[in-house]
């Protein structure tokens, strides 16, 4: 075999090494995509590089991995629904108080799906490998939160507080808590006043 041929078939194992790295690094890039959607641009416009956005990603992967997360019993997941329908009730006359007692309900229910509850930052790494999609709205309603314990936010603010609140509740509820398309039976007897299900729902917009 002459030097040239050598030469030429180094080439190619190099060649097709490489195309087969990226294809691995495209397969675990496609990967942590699908598994952190909108997460996966957000940690990556926050690093450095994408490299080390990636690195941060499988971190946190590998960190849930070693979280012990048990589902809802039908008999706990029924008594936080009832829960955050009695809480949604409430907004209408004290929106204040009840977004604090929405984020103590959040709080309660990721403790007891079994993710950590001590700091903010670490509870959304955990929570962003099987709940990535609904970050942004537990992010926005910790911060309206803020804004609430500083007596900077408003009615609407706080509606849409609620609203964030809810769609995690949702998310590790597993089901809506309170289907919109049932009637409550407060406002069954009560027709004219106005509940956060109706068609002034915190919740519905």
Known sequence: ????????????VLVIAALAAFAVVASRRRALRERFGPEYDRVVAEQDSR??????????????????????????????????????VRFVDSPTETV???DELVSRLIAE??????????????????????????????????????GEAGTEDLRQALVHYRALFADLLGEDPVPTSTPQPEQREQPEQRHPDHDHDVTSR
Do not use: C, K
């Open 51 to 88: 490299g080390a956005a990636e690195r941060e990603l499988r971190e946190r992967e590998r960190r849930h991995a070693e979280l012990e997360l048990t589902p809802l019993s039908p008999e706990s997941r029924a008594r936080y629904a009832a829960a955050w329908e009695e809480l949604q």
């Open 113 to 150: 799906r079994g993710y950590p509850t001590g700091d903010f930052s670490d509870q959304i790494a955990h929570l962003s490998v099987e709940h990535a999609r609904t970050l942004t709205h537990y992010r926005d309603a910790h911060e309206i939160r803020q804004r609430n314990e500083r």
């Open 100 to 102: 604090g007692e929405a």
């Open 1 to 12: 075999m002459s030097s040239t041929q050598v030469i030429v078939i180094v080439i190619v």
